[in-house]
């Protein structure tokens, strides 16, 4: 997979630290340093303050990730999505993402590729019969890849690595949320240390059901 940024508010950290200081300030705020507005947002983020965290947008470019893992997105509803139309894009050079428990599997990665063969091989046939591609697409396994375009603010980004950085998350939109999270801190890097999962910050809230390990350990 690839993840990239393809935009952000400029200065994300700044634009929230300013709409802070409107909350609290009869006056217009005026700038605002940089490490002020940091320490202004850990503050905010241990307060529980997040709203103000909606005045930051990025948006990602996500390559070759699985349609399981872009189904699991998705169900993040205050993102935006654009994703490769299967209806219009020929698959017929699809390409397939396989878990690692299969792949470090010798007997099983080989039914994995059977398959997968199988399905293209099916694809392409029902293409040339003249099938639709809209309707030629059902035979493809979850598996295929897809390209996506999600774009959020930084309020709805810390949820989503609450939700998918957990150890109890599928790996595949792990490590997506993961790349995430590490390209937003290249451009605003309070954020990045304040993204993880409830473990990171406090107790478990999965109680028996928990990894029964704690942030940081393997």
């Known amino acids: ?28 705020p005026q700038d605002i340093a940089p490490e002020k507005a940091r320490k202004l947002i850990r503050e905010l983020f241990a307060r529980g303050h997040e709203s103000v965290l909606e005045h930051a947008f990025f948006s990602f470019l996500l390559e070759g990730i699985s349609r399981v893992t872009s189904h699991q997105l998705v169900r993040h509803r205050l993102a935006s999505y654009a994703q490769q139309s299967q209806r ?36 392409e046939e029902l293409c040339r019969l003249g ?24 309020r709805e980004l810390l949820h989503i690595a609450r939700v998918r950085l957990c150890r109890r998350a599928q790996w595949e939109v792990r490590e997506v949320v993961l790349r995430m999270i590490a390209e937003v801190g290249k451009v605003a890097p309070v954020l990045a240390e304040i993204a993880g999962p409830p473990c990171k910050f406090g107790p478990c809230p999965e109680g028996e059901k928990g990894c029964g390990r704690p942030w940081g350990i393997p």
Do not use: W
């Open 1 to 28: 997979m690839r993840v990239t940024l393809l935009t952000h508010t400029p200065d994300p950290e700044r634009a929230i630290a300013l709409a802070a200081r409107v909350c609290y300030s009869k006056e217009p």
């Open 88 to 123: 219009y894009v020929d698959l017929g050079e699809a390409s397939f993402v396989c878990p690692p428990s299969i792949a470090e599997h010798p007997r099983a990665k080989i039914v994995f590729d059977e398959v997968m063969a199988h399905a293209l091989e099916a694809y």
């Open 131 to 154: 099938v639709a591609k809209e309707d030629a697409r059902y035979v493809f396994p979850q598996a295929v890849a897809t390209n996506i375009v999600v774009s959020l603010n930084a």
